[in-house]
């Protein structure tokens, strides 16, 4: 029966994550769309923290160590965001998306751990065997794109108050996507390797996604951050997205995708109201003749 | 392939939110006035902090020996309430600031 009231918690939560969002684009209602966010987001976390079974029915555990997680990160949270200054607030909202972005790479490592360790156990000689190509796919998008979400938010966070400068080097658009596809090949290589070798494709797979996160943000000059700091969030809503699928968890499918799409469209505006293509944002700086970006 | 399908067919009720949650986020903002771009912007990363979820869940169910969920995942809902906590907060004191400006 509790089972019911989280899923009641989820819908509540979902719904008002929408409204939430569509308040907050209204210079009226803004404020209080905010709140009621942010009211939804707290009846979904109780109602996990306190309801949650997993497929067995059973509840979870380790509830020193959650509470422990929530009350740190609830007061640094807290303290960070009201020491801030007026100025230097696209920079905070960079670092939160980053710390977003790096709470759905860990759980999708942490996930790919327990399917690796699952196909050890069994004995299997490919990765993929033990894996369904769904849930895979979700474990290495997740890991991925909160990766480049993490390290990208980072370096915006660093160029915004300062300590990185733009860093522009010759052919610099070709050596990304040459990046970008190795990301790409070592997570299908990881799909077949030999179980013994899949968990080390990986881990090159999340930190050569890092290493292109860094360097699709540096080239970028400050001037367009808030531009490049609101696809980046839309990149963590995609990634929040995926820990939905993993877990079967319809409140972070919801909130996830919405953010997803309304920060890439967010993204396409914000470059209209500066008169500019997104594409030019991504590759103006270094003047480049390439048009894919 | 076979997989493949049998996953979706699985799935599908998520592969029908995520197509309606794509059409409906573009459509609640598509008329946001400029003034609110980092606001809305602000507001939507702390939404998408909903991903503390995942984390929480991945923290509960670890088993007390498996040390390298426990830690990540003790990482992962610190980094995640940072991301709810502080975009809310954040996204309230810009919101603040309008309401003095006018």
Redo the contacts between chains.
């Keep these: 029966m509790k089972f019911d009231i989280l899923t009641i918690c989820y819908i509540v ?1 979902a719904v008002t ?2 409204v ?3 308040m ?4 009226a209602t ?2 209080r ?3 009621v ?2 009211a939804g ?1 707290f009846i ?2 109780v109602g ?2 306190f309801l ?1 079974k ?1 497929e067995d029915g059973l ?5 020193a ?2 509470f ?3 009350i ?3 007061i ?3 303290v ?3 020491k ?1 200054k ?1 100025t230097a ?2 920079e ?2 960079s ?3 980053g ?2 972005g ?3 790479a ?2 999708s ?3 790919f ?2 399917v690796f360790r699952a196909a050890e156990k069994m004995n299997y000689v490919h990765f993929s065997e033990g894996v ?4 895979y796919l979700a474990i290495v998008a997740g890991s991925i794109i909160g990766s480049v979400s993490f390290a990208g938010s980072m370096v915006a966070w660093g160029k915004l108050n300062g300590s990185f400068k733009d860093v522009i080097f010759k052919a610099q658009h070709t050596i990304n996507l040459l990046i970008f596809a190795g990301v790409i090949v070592l997570a299908i290589i990881t799909f077949f390797a030999v179980n013994a070798y899949a968990d080390y494709f990986f881990i090159a797979t999340v930190i050569l996604a890092l290493i292109y996160g860094v360097l699709f943000v540096l080239p970028i000059g400050g001037a367009d951050m ?1 531009v490049v ?2 696809l980046l ?2 990149f ?2 995609v ?3 995926c ?24 993204t396409i ?2 470059c209209k ?1 500066m008169n500019r293509s997104l594409t030019n944002v991504l590759i103006g700086s270094f003047g480049g003749n390439e048009t894919s970006g | 392939m076979e ?2 399908l ?3 067919s699985a ?1 599908q ?2 592969i029908y ?2 197509i309606l ?6 459509e ?35 088993s ?1 020996h498996n040390y ?3 830690i ?28 003095k400006k006018k």
């Design positions: 939560a994550f929408i939430g969002l569509k907050l684009s209204s210079p803004a404020r769309g905010n709140l966010a942010a987001m979904a976390i996990t923290i949650y997993d509840p979870l555990h380790n509830y160590w959650i422990a997680a929530l740190i990160g609830a640094i949270g807290v960070a965001a009201k801030v007026m607030m696209p905070m909202v670092f939160f998306n710390m977003g790096a709470c759905a860990l759980i490592v942490i996930e751990d327990y369904v190509p769904g849930h808030p700091i609101s969030n839309s963590t809503g990634a929040a997205a820990g939905g699928f993993l877990y079967n968890n319809k409140a972070m499918l919801t909130g996830g995708i919405l953010v997803g799409a309304a920060g890439t469209l967010l505006l914000m109201a | 997989a493949t049998q996953w979706i799935n009720q998520m939110i995520v949650m794509i059409f409906l986020g573009i609640i903002i598509g008329r946001v006035p400029s003034v609110l771009h980092t606001p809305l912007m602000s507001g939507a990363n702390a939404i998408h902090g909903v991903v503390i979820i995942g984390a929480i869940i991945v923290m509960g169910r670890a007390e390298l969920a426990l990540l995942g003790f990482l992962a809902v610190i980094l995640g309430t940072l991301n709810v906590v502080g975009g809310f907060v954040v996204t309230d004191r810009m919101l603040e600031m309008f309401k």
